[in-house]
T-cell receptor, first 111, second 114 residues
Framework: GNSVTQMEGPVTLSEEAFLTINCTYT??????LFWYVQYPGEGLQLLLK?????DKGSNKGFEATYRKETTSFHLEKGSVQVSDSAVYFC??????????FGTGTRLKVLA | DSGVTQTPKHLITATGQRVTLRCSPR?????VYWYQQSLDQGLQFLIQ???????AKGNILERFSAQQFPDLHSELNLSSLELGDSALYFC?????????????FGQGTRLTVV
């Protein structure tokens, strides 16, 4: 079946460091891919998305590229801020219109 | 504000009891999803409804049931509650216009079973 695998957290970085959170997926067909962010005490918010191979989603300095050849959708940011501390979820939307989420990666950014 | 409303925000109840969680989707969204998020766990998909009909089922226990009403709001019923059912329960909705349609999440209901 369809699945999403994320790197285990927590990830702890200093402010202005480079961030990569790995995400790989298994799916039949051509899923759409998403990154969601969950701040403490809140629901999930869409961060960015990509719907086909080689698409790059971007928002608030975060980027992820849909790589079909490696079935990956890694999240990157060039310079993290304390305010980026949150849990990040990779997700895919399959043809059955079911969103499949990874286990989430907690990011902690230190000042 | 995502436009998805969940009530109540917090719920404390005893083992063996039954509770109902309510979700109002964004205006125009036909699909509603329910997810369970336990401590330090990812999101477990429970069930999906589309325009009143059950569309997909995930790891939903037999003690749990859900429905979507004609006005598109949804309710998740949890019965014979156990300590292990303590979790955050999220509702999400989507318009499902195409493959790019994202899901919008509510703030969640935190259920504590004591």
């Amino acid at each position: 079946g369809n699945s999403v695998t994320q790197m285990e957290g927590p990830v702890t970085l200093s402010e202005e460091a480079f961030l990569t959170i790995n995400c790989t997926y298994t799916a039949t067909g051509y899923p759409s891919l998403f990154w969601y962010v969950q701040y403490p005490g809140e629901g999930l918010q869409l961060l960015l998305k990509a719907t086909k191979a080689d698409d790059k989603g971007s928002n608030k300095g975060f980027e992820a590229t849909y790589r079909k050849e490696t079935t990956s959708f890694h999240l990157e940011k060039g310079s993290v801020q304390v305010s980026d501390s949150a849990v990040y979820f990779c997700a895919l939307l399959s043809g059955t219109y079911k969103y499949i989420f990874g286990t989430g990666t907690r990011l902690k950014v230190l000042a | 504000d995502s436009g998805v409303t969940q009530t109540p925000k917090h719920l404390i109840t005893a083992t063996g009891q039954r509770v109902t969680l309510r979700c109002s989707p964004r205006s125009g969204d036909l699909s509603v999803y329910w997810y369970q998020q336990s401590l330090d766990q990812g999101l477990q998909f429970l069930i999906q409804y589309y325009n009143g009909e059950e569309r997909a089922k995930g790891n939903i226990l037999e003690r749990f049931s859900a429905q979507q009403f004609p006005d598109l709001h949804s309710e998740l019923n949890l019965s014979s509650l156990e300590l292990g059912d303590s979790a955050l329960y999220f509702c999400a909705s989507s318009v499902h216009r195409d493959r790019a349609s994202e899901a919008f999440f509510g703030q969640g209901t935190r259920l504590t079973v004591v």
